[in-house]
């Protein structure tokens, strides 16, 4: 009989030794986010400041369902309110959010990658004339063809180096980012490289065209000059 209440009193104790929170982290830890947010509700609404802190951070980051700034916040005070620090940090934060809101729509949805295609990167056509017929001036186009050249190899490659366009963001900003401000950030920036890209693809093309097009003419001119020196001169 002793045996049996023995082992029922181990039972008893583990039962009081459950930890709630210590499971539905496990539960948050395996992303069942559904069963984990029902956990910590609970936990929440019986005033645990732990529980409030990470409901508020599933509201904040997302894994709650939709992006709630106001729920986050929400949870957030309540946990404060008991003095759990991550949580004051977490207000803080989001303090900090709303005076650089204009930095956040700036990389979210404006920024045009205007200093990729500036200074040194900014590769005006050259000029380029129909037809020359000097030495000199065909020496001229060659240079600035050139110079040209090396200007766009130098813009693809620090795109490329730039690429993806993410890591442009300062740390102190993309630390700020929700998870769907992170997501439009990256959509709206990889379609300005696209942008930048083909943006100098066909500027390119036309400069090539263009030379193409003088190189022909001067190539037939100076073919048909030497060739009329050739004949006038006397056998």
Same mark, same amino acid.
């Given at each position: 009989?002793?045996?049996?209440? @023995?082992?029922?009193?181990?039972? %008893? ?7 709630? =929170?210590?499971? &539905?982290? &496990?539960? @948050? ?34 894994? &709650?369902?939709? %992006? ?7 949870? @957030? ?29 700036? #990389? ?12 040194? +990167? ?5 000029? =380029? ?10 020496? %001229? ?7 040209? *050249? ?18 442009? =963001? ?13 997501? *439009? ?5 990889? *379609? %300005? ?17 263009? +030379?193409?097009? #003088? ?21």
């Amino acid at each position: 009989m002793k045996k049996y209440l @023995f082992v029922l009193s181990l039972l %008893v104790c583990g039962a009081a030794y459950a930890d709630p =929170i210590a499971d &539905a982290n &496990a539960l @948050f830890a395996k992303k069942s986010y559904p069963q984990a947010i029902q956990a910590y509700t609970k936990l929440a609404n019986a005033g645990n400041a732990e529980a409030q802190l990470h409901l508020g951070e599933m509201h904040l980051y997302g894994e &709650a369902g939709a %992006v709630d700034l106001e729920k986050a916040e929400t949870w @957030f005070r309540k946990s404060a309110a008991k003095g759990n620090k991550t949580a004051i940090a977490a207000l803080e934060m989001m303090k900090r959010r709303e005076t650089r809101r204009a930095d956040i729509e700036y #990389w979210t949805s404006k920024y045009d990658g205007t200093e990729l295609k500036s200074g040194k +990167f900014r590769c005006s056509a050259p000029r =380029i004339p129909a037809l020359s017929k000097q030495n000199d001036e065909i020496d %001229v186009v060659g240079a600035r063809m050139a110079a040209w *050249q090396e200007c766009y190899n130098g813009f693809v490659q620090n795109l490329n180096d730039s690429s993806p366009l993410t890591k442009l =963001i300062p740390k102190d900003i993309a630390d700020l980012l929700t998870r769907d401000e992170n997501e *439009q950030a990256a959509k709206h920036l990889a *379609q %300005v490289q696209v942008n930048l890209a083909e943006e100098a693809r066909v500027s390119s093309k036309m400069v090539l065209a263009d +030379f193409a097009v #003088w190189r022909d003419a001067t190539d037939k001119y100076v073919t048909e000059h030497n060739q009329m020196v050739k004949s006038a001169k006397p056998r």
